[in-house]
């Protein structure tokens, strides 16, 4: 059970964040499957990643990893798919695709936990596509694969129950009511984790089905880590701020709740206000009405799951995705920020090993200070400055972090530890 100063910790948090939840507020609870707190991800691959063997990748730079001091890397989806990056998976059983054998999956994944690095697997649920056509499901085959899909699906010829989320036109849109669905996941499941080597789970498209089933599967498999790809739509003002974004975050709250509070979610509400704030000189955004910080990491940090970019956001080595990508520019600051927050931090494989030797020294360098100064998911974070040239800050009132071009310093108590392009990070 929680200790006493945990609970008030986590109910100051809600009290805080009343505004967002006075329409789907639950007495908090301890959170499941949200890891140590001290955890720092990397996400080990991107959008062309398959094209150089993604498996044999991860396992040739498991060192590199361990010596970084990632915890967990995030592999894509494993099983055999209709597409090059495992997003629309058919025969979930069948681990030979594009990204690499099963013989070198089982390498990558014993690679990882050799070294202690939880590999956390791409869970693609909220489709499927057939084994050579619409829905003929197999490996595994569900009781009734016509039930297996949602009625309202556009194959227009699933007897499911109508979908639980929002319909994804190039795969089947599994019904999650049905009770072989759920058996054949959470059998699947931990199969992975018990023959394969997962220790956790990365949800994709969570907005297609109702959180509830994630925080079943999750019961039902008892992960370390599990973190949910919610992406709440933008709606309105792009460049709005403050309270003005509360409806954003209010969607991640939202479905972290339908799970049962069971899984965490990445921040995208930090992401939007973070890049807006280093690319426009606005670093007033960081500070919500509150004084807290601005993302889901202000509301419960111990379910967020910051980043800077990922395969669908960000650049990718010969092209990709690139759909809402953190100007390069300010990648040194955008690290400088969630490596120092609370949270769990993600970082961005070419970020780390294709974007140069400098910005890899310089966030293995904050990762290494985090580690140092005890920062987890869960630190205080005293807001000192917010304004139109720098934010300031001061972590686990032992750590002090200024980003943007303006001038602040904690004071002659403190030592420079590291900095960079517009950033610097002290200690005590």
């Known amino acids: 059970m929680m200790r006493v100063r945990e609970i008030k910790r986590v109910l100051l948090l809600f009290i805080v964040c009343s505004a967002l939840l006075l329409s789907t507020l639950i007495t908090p609870v301890e959170a499941a499957y949200s890891g140590s707190g001290s955890d720092v991800i990397l996400q080990g691959f991107h959008w062309n990643s398959w094209k150089y063997g993604t498996w044999n990748s991860i396992k040739n730079n498991a060192d590199a990893i361990n010596d970084a001091g990632f915890t967990m890397v995030w592999l894509p989806p494993v099983s055999a798919s209709a597409d ?5 998976p058919s025969e979930w059983y069948n681990l030979n695709s594009k990204r690499g054998s099963e013989s070198e999956l089982r390498a990558a994944v014993t690679a990882l936990n050799n070294r202690g690095i939880k590999p956390i697997a791409d869970i693609v649920i909220n489709h499927r596509v057939g084994t050579t056509n ?4 197999s490996n595994p085959a569900f009781d009734d694969n016509n039930h297996a899909v949602t009625n309202d699906d556009e194959w227009g010829q699933g007897t499911g129950n109508a979908d639980t989320g929002g319909g994804y036109a190039a795969g089947r849109d599994l019904d999650h009511t049905y009770y072989s669905v759920q058996s054949r996941i959470e059998n699947w499941m931990n199969w992975l984790k018990t023959d394969i080597g997962f220790k956790g789970w990365r949800y994709d498209y969570v907005k297609g089905y109702s959180g509830y089933y994630n925080g079943i599967y999750n019961d039902a498999t008892s992960p370390y880590f599990s973190v949910g790809e919610y992406w709440p739509d933008i709606t309105g003002d792009y460049y709005a701020s403050g309270d003005n974004v509360n409806y954003h975050k209010q969607q991640l709250m939202d479905w972290i709740n339908a799970t049962g509070q069971k899984s965490t979610a990445f921040d995208f509400t930090t992401k939007w ?35 800077i970019d990922n395969h669908d956001t960000g650049a990718s080595p010969e092209g990709g995705q690139d759909l809402w990508a953190f100007d390069n520019n300010h990648l040194e600051e955008g690290y400088a920020y969630i490596l120092t927050h609370p949270g769990t931090p993600c970082v961005y494989w070419p970020h780390y090993f294709d974007w140069g030797n400098d910005l890899q020294s310089k966030i293995k360098t904050l990762i290494n200070l985090r580690k140092e100064q005890g920062i987890t ?40 530890r590291a900095s960079g392009n517009k950033w610097a990070v002290w200690t005590q």
């Open 84 to 88: 090059d990056n495992g997003y629309l």
């Open 377 to 416: 998911s869960t630190s205080p974070v005293s807001i000192q400055v917010a304004d139109g040239s720098k934010y300031a800050a001061i972590i686990n009132n032992s750590l002090a972090v200024k980003i943007g071009p303006g001038d602040w310093s904690p004071g002659s108590a403190w030592t420079l």
């Open 273 to 307: 206000q973070l890049m807006l704030a280093t690319s426009r000189s606005e670093y007033w955004r960081l500070r919500d009405s509150s004084g807290n910080p601005i993302g889901a990491i202000g509301c419960w940090p111990e379910m967020s799951v910051t980043f």
């Open 134 to 137: 619409w829905a003929d499901f």
